[in-house]
């Protein structure tokens, strides 16, 4: 930056599960970083995933913050990961990193009911379409019957789009 034009940025870590401890931790977070007059902040993310209602909660409160965000994937934003990614306003992804992995799945590890899917369903697409991607990949990240062969995700996988295809898909501003 150049001389009289310094700007704070937050550097906030999304690490482990997704669940109601890390979303009071971002809620303060943000919080904090409001009343620091932070310019920007950067959700570093490594997560396999964890809660829906937690997710979505965590999703609510990057879309709401009135402070630009990024999510800086430096490893893993699967599942519950990838949603609260595709809810920053843009998103950086480390080389080796990953996103999508996203189905909805119980407290015993089952395919979650129809209800649930359809209601993830919308909330990745929508997430997908809030900053201008395609939503096709985020539906694919969720849905097993979506067939992108092209991305390792045929017919009966979910799809995990590696840093540089999240870029050629354009789920990624920069790795």
């Known amino acids: 930056f150049a001389e009289g034009d310094e700007k704070l940025v937050y550097f906030v870590p999304v690490e ?32 396999p995933g964890g809660l829906v209602n937690a997710a979505g909660n965590i999703a609510k409160l990057l879309r709401e913050s009135a402070i630009p965000t990024t999510a800086y994937i430096t490893k893993d934003a699967l599942s519950a990961g990838a949603y609260i990614s595709l809810n920053s306003d843009q998103i950086v992804m480390a080389p080796g990193s990953r996103m999508g992995a996203a189905a909805v799945i119980d407290q015993q590890g089952n395919t979650a009911d129809d209800k649930a899917v359809s209601a993830w369903l919308a909330d990745m697409k929508a997430s997908a379409e809030l ?19 092209e991305y390792g995700a045929g017919k009966g996988e979910l799809l995990t789009l590696t840093a540089s295809q999240a870029i050629e898909v354009g789920y990624a501003e920069a790795i």
């Not at 990949?137 to 062969?149: C, F, K």
Request: hydrophobic content about 40%; charged content about 30%; glycine content about 6%.
């Open 16 to 47: 482990q599960e997704v669940e109601r401890g890390l979303e009071a931790f971002l809620r303060r977070s943000l919080t904090e970083a409001e009343s620091e007059g932070a310019d920007h902040v950067v959700f570093e993310i490594n997560t």
């Open 131 to 149: 900053n201008g991607r395609d939503p096709l990949y985020a539906l694919a990240m969720a849905d097993p019957d979506i067939d992108l062969p």
